[in-house]
């Protein structure tokens, strides 16, 4: 089955500096890589994906790219913000498999952003 | 509007017990899952349920039993709960191969 590492388990940084979160993958066969943002207390919020047709995505500060040769996909936050600060975790599937849904999720970032 | 609710929020019961948990959606999907989350926040997928019927179950002690009563409803139900069963369970809903919408959880403690 699929293996999702992600790294660094926590990371952090100060207000206005970029933030880098890196996972990589096991199965060739999977072809889509959401991101999710849990704050405390609340449910996993999708924040950006991509699709394995696109080697880059990007919505205003944040940007997701994925290396298909290398099995490995990253997320990148830009002028980072106090409020930014969660868990992020980053999760690989096969959009098209019958095991669609299945999302293997990496082990989660804490993303500290200090004022 | 919550797209994804659950139900209850917080629950705190002994071992042994049988509990549920609801959850409805809103919106509109087909496909509804129930994942977990443990202490480590680590979070992993028990089952999904597709126009009512089981996809995927995944291993999971036969104590847990999903039920959906229509498209917009997936309520879990645990028998004989133990200690180890304490976690948080999010319910989420997608159409397929589309965004998979999670739910604010519900964070179970078995005393």
């Known amino acids: 089955g699929e293996n999702v590492e992600q790294h660094p388990s926590t990371l952090s940084v100060q207000e206005g500096d970029s933030a880098v979160i890196k996972c990589t993958y096991s199965?060739?066969?999977?072809?889509?890589f959401p991101w999710y943002k849990q704050e405390l207390g609340k449910g996993p919020q999708l924040i950006i994906d991509?699709?394995?047709?696109?080697g880059e995505k990007k919505d205003q500060r944040i940007a997701v790219t994925l290396n298909k040769t290398a099995k490995h996909f990253s997320l990148h936050i830009t002028e980072t913000q106090p409020e930014d600060s969660a868990v992020y975790f980053c999760?690989?599937?096969?959009?098209?498999?019958?095991?669609?849904?299945?999302?293997?999720f990496g082990q989660g970032t804490i993303l500290t952003v200090h004022p | 509007d919550t797209a994804v609710s659950q139900t209850p929020k917080y629950l705190v019961t002994q071992m042994g017990n049988d509990k549920s948990i609801k959850c409805e959606q809103n919106?509109?999907?087909?496909?509804m899952y129930w994942y977990k989350q443990d202490s480590k926040k680590f979070l992993k997928i028990m089952f999904s349920?597709?126009?009512?019927?089981?996809?995927i179950n995944e291993t999971v002690p036969n104590r847990f039993s999903p039920k959906s009563p229509d498209k917009a409803h997936l309520n879990l139900h645990i028998n004989s709960l133990e200690l180890g069963d304490s976690a948080v369970y999010f319910c989420?809903?997608?159409?397929?191969?589309?965004?998979?919408?999670f739910g604010e959880g519900s964070w179970l403690t078995v005393v």
């Open positions: 199965d060739s066969a999977s072809n889509y």
């Open positions: 989420a809903s997608s159409q397929v191969g589309d965004t998979i919408y």
């Open positions: 919106l509109g999907h087909d496909t």
């Open positions: 991509i699709r394995s047709n696109v």
């Open positions: 349920y597709n126009n009512k019927e089981l996809i």
């Open positions: 999760a690989a599937n096969n959009a098209g498999g019958t095991s669609y849904g299945k999302l293997t």
